[in-house]
Every structure is written in C-alpha cells, then in structure tokens.
C-alpha cells in the first residue's frame, strides 16, 4: 500500500499521479475552505475560554489538521479519534529510524484498517457521489487517465498522514514559538495582517519535517560530494532552512521577513501538494490563539521533544491561558 503513494514514485508515474491529484488541492479549493477551517477553530477554541490551562497540542493542533483532512475525504466525526491514532502509528514508523518492531506492527494495523475504511468509502462514494474529495478524485479524469481502486485508497491514506502529522507540528511549533518570543508575539497581536509572512517565519524557523530522503539512480556528484548508485541520501530541511547563505540573521525570528525561499514543503517535483491547506490552518489556529489568549504563557520552562527525526514536534505544550 505505502509502495503506491505517489510520494514514492518517481516520473513518469509521478507525474500522472501528480497531475491527477493537483486539481482536489489547488489554491482555489483551499481558499474555499476557509470559512470551513475558521469555523472548526471556533469551535475547537470555544471550550478553552472556560479554563485556566490547556495543552495546545491535545486541544488544537492534534485535532485540526485530521478533521479538516477527514471532513475533505468525507470522515464520518465518530471515526476521527481512529484517525488520529492511525496516523500516530503511521508518523512513528515513518519517521523514526529506531523504530520497535511492535511499532512497526501498529503501524502494519493502522495502514490495513485505513485501507478497509477506504474501499468502503470508495464503494459507497460510487453509488452516490458527494461533495468530497473521495468523489473528486473519482471523478477526475484526464486524457482517458483515472486513478486505478488501489491507487485511489493509497492516496487516501497518504493525504491522511502527509496532512495530520505535519500540519500539527507546525501549529504546535509555531505557537510554542511565539510564546518564547513575546516581543514577536505582541507584534502579530497588534498586526494580524502580518499572518502570511509569520506562519512562513515559523516554518522556516521550526521546520515540522526535519528531513527527506533519496536514492542515487547512478554515480553523481553533488557540491563536490561523490555519491554512487544506490546511496541513500538525506536532505536535512531544517538545517537548509537556517542556512546563513541563504538567510540573513538565519537564528532570528522575524514575522515580517520577506525574501524567505525556506525549504518546510521540499522542492522540485515533489514539492508539498497540501501546502496551501496546511497554510490556511496554520495562519488561522496560530492567529486566533493569539488573539484570543493575550495572556497566554508557558505553563512549563522545560518541554519535551518526540523522539523522532523526520517529525519535529512537542509531546505536550502546556500553557497557562
Ligand atoms: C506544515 C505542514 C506540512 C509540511 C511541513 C509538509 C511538508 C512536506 C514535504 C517536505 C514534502 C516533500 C517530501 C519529499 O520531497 O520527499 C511534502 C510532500 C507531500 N505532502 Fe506535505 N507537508 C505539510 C502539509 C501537508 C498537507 C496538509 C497535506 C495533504 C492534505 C500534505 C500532503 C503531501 C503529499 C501528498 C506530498 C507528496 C507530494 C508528491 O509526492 O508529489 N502535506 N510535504
């Protein structure tokens, strides 16, 4: 199932896929949904005004990303707890190189469940079309080219993964961020236009994907480093993104900087589809938090990260509001 993401394929099945794809996630589709997404936050920020302490990833970022993913394939609500953990045992085996073989195993569990919801959805998607991106996807077709069953589930639980742990991670990053900037934090209070450039400052800043990963299809040679045919190689995004001959003052934050050429969604042929989704949730969690709890802090000084190397993320992040 993995081996039929598109994220894996080189051109030029890729390149179908891509192209197939590309239209459920253009800048427009993401535009309309955000009502959808301001709507959501509202309602996820609602019970926070009651109490005195949260944790943001528990409450906010964890739940965000998978619910407006699943309303987009058409998730039923009562199945977004599973989701949530499935793409948990997705992100540990995928981005852990010291993962345990009883990781492993859950992650097997969550990929083989995903795929029975899917082809379910699929079958039910068939004999009455909706609105959401199952029935999109069922739809496209270009040049006579359609996503095959098996494809279309892959992809499915792909979207799933590539938006939740991701997206989360930026939320949680960029509000963790902030709160250790204050002076940063007033700034956006007072300026929320600056919203655009601050979320790419914080992606920039916190990159939530630490690295992506290649292999060599033949003896090359890259900034005078050797590499031969089957080498795997790692692109280490968040170390790219705090290059100085890329960035001025590349260790400071700045929510207002403009030429800002960060690598958070990769590059190339396979830069990040769901990247103006992820933008839109990121811009409107970080700013409403902000607004709303001009008195939020650290509850903690000292937090933990998760032990993984691809993901970069907080356990927890515990703040008094
Ligand atoms: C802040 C949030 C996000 C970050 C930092 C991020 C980062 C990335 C990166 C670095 C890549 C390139 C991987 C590579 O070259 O090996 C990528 C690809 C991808 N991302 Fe994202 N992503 C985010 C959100 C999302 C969302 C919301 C979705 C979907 C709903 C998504 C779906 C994908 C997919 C499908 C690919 C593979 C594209 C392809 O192979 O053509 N991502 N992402």
């Known amino acids: 199932m993995l081996g039929l993401w598109m994220l894996f394929f080189d051109a030029p099945e890729h390149t179908r896929l891509r192209k197939l794809m590309n239209k459920g996630f253009s800048p427009a589709v ?114 006579g080219d359609v996503l095959t069953e098996e494809e279309l589930y892959a992809q499915c639980v792909m979207l799933l993964f590539g938006g939740h742990e991701t997206t989360r991670n930026l939320i949680g990053n960029g509000i963790y961020t902030l709160l250790r900037h204050p002076v940063e934090m007033a700034e956006l209070r007072e300026s929320p236009e600056i919203i655009r450039t601050a979320v790419e400052e914080l992606l920039r800043y916190e990159s939530p994907v630490q690295y992506t990963g290649r292999t060599a299809k033949e003896d090359m040679e890259v900034c005078g480093v050797a590499l031969h045919q089957g080498q795997q190689i790692l692109f280490m995004l968040g170390a790219a993104n705090r290059d100085p001959q890329q960035f001025k003052e590349p260790d400071q934050l700045n929510l207002k900087r403009l030429n800002n050429p960060h690598l958070a969604f990769g590059a190339g042929a396979h830069f990040c589809i769901g990247n103006q989704l992820a933008r839109l949730e990121g811009q409107t969690a970080i700013l409403k938090m902000v607004q709303q709890f001009p008195r939020m802090r650290l509850a903690s000084p000292r ?6 190397f691809g993901f970069r993320g907080l356990k927890t992040l515990p703040v008094v509001l």
């Open 30 to 143: 993401a535009e309309a949904l955000r009502p959808q997404v301001e709507a959501i936050v509202e309602r996820m920020l609602e019970p926070l005004r009651q109490k005195s302490e949260a944790d943001v990833l528990q409450e906010i970022a964890y739940p965000l990303p998978v619910r407006v993913i699943a309303e987009m394939l058409g998730v039923p609500e009562t199945l977004h707890e599973h989701f949530i953990q499935w793409s948990d045992a997705l992100a540990i085996m995928m981005g852990n190189p010291r993962r345990t073989l009883e990781q492993t195993r859950l992650a097997q569990e969550a990929v083989l469940a995903l795929t029975a919801f899917f082809r379910a959805a699929v079958a039910e998607r068939r004999r009455q079309k909706g609105s959401d991106l199952i029935s999109l996807l069922l739809d496209i077709e270009e040049d």
């Open 303 to 308: 937090l933990e990260w998760a032990a993984n």
